[in-house]
């Protein structure tokens, strides 16, 4: 009988943070496609090559007004589980993406150059896609944002996987032992 109660209370338990997550995860991914997400879509299905730039111009600045640069190096987009630490690299920190988007700058001004020298649609277009191509070579304009802004900003957001993975086996656990038990 008394697992029959735990196994309820894990359900209650489960229920009550499913709403909590809906709840966080909502105001968290809003926030983070307010100043970070929409900037980085845009950029990414522009036709035009100044708006592409000056989408992820202004991801790259807002990147700088949220995160401290000088700790670029020390802010990741993971943090070590159990004392695993191999996600804890440079090209998952805020340096490289910095260093990523100084890239996609260099290129913008390579591809400014080339479009001054062949006017036209074709051309721009072909700048585009080879852009977007760039922009798109690490898994999306903002594979570190993401994530840095959820541990920084939203730290339940960011582990609710784990939380809800935990609860979720409590009571399936809790549930056998239950009809076992009867």
């Not at 991801?59 to 004392?83: S, V």
């Not at 304009?141 to 939380?163: F, G, K, R």
Request: aromatic share 14%.
């Amino acid at each position: 009988m008394n697992i029959k109660i735990l196994a309820l209370v894990l359900i209650l338990t489960a229920i009550a943070s499913s709403i909590t997550y809906v709840t966080v995860n909502y105001r968290a991914e809003a926030e983070y496609n307010r100043d970070f997400g929409t900037y980085a879509l845009v950029a990414m299905q522009s036709s035009s090559l100044n708006k592409s730039w000056s989408n992820t111009l202004t991801l790259w600045q807002n990147m700088n007004a949220t995160f401290d640069p000088a700790k670029f190096n020390e802010t990741f987009n993971t943090i070590p589980l159990f004392g695993f630490d191999a996600a804890i690299k440079y090209e998952n920190s805020l340096a490289a993406q910095n260093d990523y988007f100084q890239g996609l700058h260099d290129l913008y001004l390579n591809d400014l150059k080339t479009l001054n020298q062949n006017t036209g649609f074709n051309s721009e277009m072909n700048l585009v896609y080879e852009y977007r191509n760039e922009a798109n070579s690490n898994g999306g304009m903002d594979w570190v944002i993401h994530n840095a802004y959820l541990i920084q900003n939203y730290p339940l957001a960011y582990w609710s996987w784990l939380i809800y993975a935990a609860i979720a086996s409590a009571a399936i656990i809790c549930g056998a032992i239950a009809i076992k038990v009867e």
